[in-house]
């Protein structure tokens, strides 16, 4: 039988301390009854995780249509056209999560027609549960790829996908790679079931989202 290993005498003395100055705060007691009542706190995470990942998405088709990334003078100078960006805007797009505040770059001819999120469109059909299906690592890189060619239902170039493709998932690794505390004194979990294509059918999989609360609430 398998030994327990005992908690340290000076760990626990630790932790007992800070479980008392919790419950000694008013403002964090009143948000731990908050987050545990609320059910919208987990669709909060998840329409960062949208917003972040779709923007990055909509900027990679920009490189696209233009023929260079961001930034890239070198490359842009190269191309000869007078095409170019211009700013940006942001649109509120209802998901299944609640509604997402994206941010569309412009270009200065006014071609740009985004299709992750078309023009006109005020929401991201099955792209929402695609990405959350990314950042729950329940697709392949392959699917991911073909299930966005598919919510898209536009014929646009491999090369176009897959650099949308690309964009979202270092947006996912940049999250999955982010430096977290030590320590987290309230810890949430929960799951979100979600629809992903897994060997040409349709199947239900979980998103298991975990929301710590550090020690400045």
């Not at 995470?45 to 023929?67: C, P, W």
């Not at 987290?184 to 929301?211: E, M, Q, T």
Request: no cysteine; proline share 3%.
């Amino acid at each position: 039988m398998d030994s327990v290993a005992k908690r340290d005498p000076e760990d626990s003395a630790k932790i007992k301390a800070i479980e008392q100055r919790l419950l000694a705060n008013p403002e964090i007691a009143k948000l731990i009854d908050e987050l545990g009542t609320t059910a919208t706190d987990a669709n909060d995470l998840v329409r960062g995780l949208l917003q972040a990942s779709v923007t990055r998405g909509l900027e990679a088709e920009m490189d696209a249509h233009l023929g260079y990334s961001k930034g890239d003078r070198e490359a842009k100078s190269a191309g000869g056209g007078d095409n170019y960006r211009n700013g940006s805007y942001v649109k509120k797009v209802d998901s299944n999560y609640g509604p997402v505040d994206v941010t569309v770059p412009r270009d200065r001819q006014g071609t740009f027609l985004p299709t992750m999120v078309p023009k006109g469109s005020r929401r991201l059909t099955d792209v929402d549960d695609m990405i959350i299906s990314l950042y729950a690592g329940g697709m392949t890189v392959r699917d991911i790829q073909h299930h966005m060619a598919t919510a898209m239902r536009v014929d646009i170039s491999h090369e176009t996908i897959s650099a949308v493709t690309d964009a979202v998932l270092d947006e996912v690794m940049i999250w999955q790679n982010r430096q977290l505390d030590e320590f987290y004194p309230v810890i949430f979990l929960d799951a979100l079931r979600i629809k992903v294509r897994d060997g040409g059918r349709v199947v239900n999989k979980s998103a298991y989202l975990v929301i710590g609360v550090d020690m400045d609430g």
